[in-house]
């Protein structure tokens, strides 16, 4: 058989078969202004939640992966902390793990909401960008279900003008919008490659990790100035009972002062059995079975500042 037969075989049995000529896959991250969506739009285009979500700045400090599989492509959506200025030992290491995973990615996504005008902290992240020549750019503007049409193409045009843009695509996560046009301009502009990830993966955190995640914004919800940025969360010990169906959870909930601590537990423990229903509710269709959890809160003085307890807690 020449090499002109072999060619016209292959390419008969892609179109019979329906498979798309080549597969693409590589990873993007997104990146912006605190609240900008970026992990809510992350879990929208995993299809299921593998980043917390919360209006507190800095609530990602991990890079954490999510997996979007496609017919002809594969997606791995890199959740970084925001870039920041930092004021701890903990800043500055996550600001070090933006950078290093912005420099590994094949595309970089600045996401910029519809509704607020460019302001400096775009214009900072946008110059940050000329610092990874490796990754393509593209824009998206976000969260466009929440201003008038007007308003979007408004918002287009003033992100076209930062630089020049592989794509700029307008979505909203919360709708559903634009997803799938981002999906495949993603994919496009990713390099050819087999599947990176197995079919049933949507994320590569451990289970443990996840849950953990669960908890720490249970305990976000309704807290207020630099309490946030103070909690922290490790998993002690996961036990699957013989005897019925549960498993037991035992969890470390991590402050840095002692008046943090009444702050979560509330009165007569009101606040610290709020965070457990609120996160079991979310662990139990993880883990597929009903959960005993039970969340110690205990002081590290001054974590963020302490390499020691840093590195202890994950960090």
């Known amino acids: ?49 593998v980043a917390i979500t919360s209006a507190k700045p800095q609530t990602t400090r991990r890079a954490i992966r ?25 800043g500055e290491r996550l600001n070090d793990l933006v950078q290093s995973t912005l420099a590994d990615v094949d595309v970089i996504g600045m996401c910029v909401p519809a509704g607020d005008p460019i302001g400096p902290g775009d214009r900072f992240i946008n110059d940050q960008l000329d610092k990874y020549p490796r990754a393509k750019k593209v824009a998206l503007v976000t969260k466009v279900d929440s201003v008038p049409r007007d308003k979007v193409g408004e918002q287009l045009l003033a992100v076209s003008q930062l630089r020049e843009w592989e794509a700029i695509v307008p979505v909203s996560a919360l709708e559903g919008i634009q997803l799938e046009t981002l999906v495949s301009e993603l994919i496009q502009i990713m390099p050819e490659s087999p599947k990176l990830y197995p079919d049933e993966d949507v994320t590569d955190e451990s289970l443990e990790m996840r849950i953990g995640e669960f908890v720490r914004e249970a305990a976000l919800e309704g807290v207020t100035d630099e309490l946030p940025h103070s909690l922290a969360v490790t998993v002690d010990d996961m036990i699957e009972r013989e005897d019925k169906d549960l498993l037991e959870i035992y969890v470390n909930l991590w402050v840095e002062r002692d008046s943090q601590k009444g702050i979560i537990i509330g009165k007569k423990g009101s606040r610290l059995r709020e965070i457990g229903q609120t996160a079991r509710a979310q662990i139990e269709p993880l883990v597929g079975s009903p959960v005993f959890l039970a969340i110690q809160v205990k002081v590290a003085k001054e974590w963020q500042r302490d390499p020691k307890l840093l590195g202890r807690l994950g960090f």
């Open 66 to 90: 999510g997996i979007v599989h496609r017919e002809d492509g594969q997606l791995i959506v890199v959740d970084t902390p925001g870039i920041h200025r930092p004021r701890t030992l903990l």
């Open 1 to 49: 058989m020449s090499a002109s037969d072999d060619q016209s075989t292959d390419g008969h049995e892609q179109v019979s078969s329906g498979r798309p000529a080549t597969h693409r896959a590589g990873f993007v991250s997104f990146v912006g202004r605190p609240n900008v969506g970026k992990s809510t739009l992350m879990n929208a285009l995993v299809g299921e939640k």
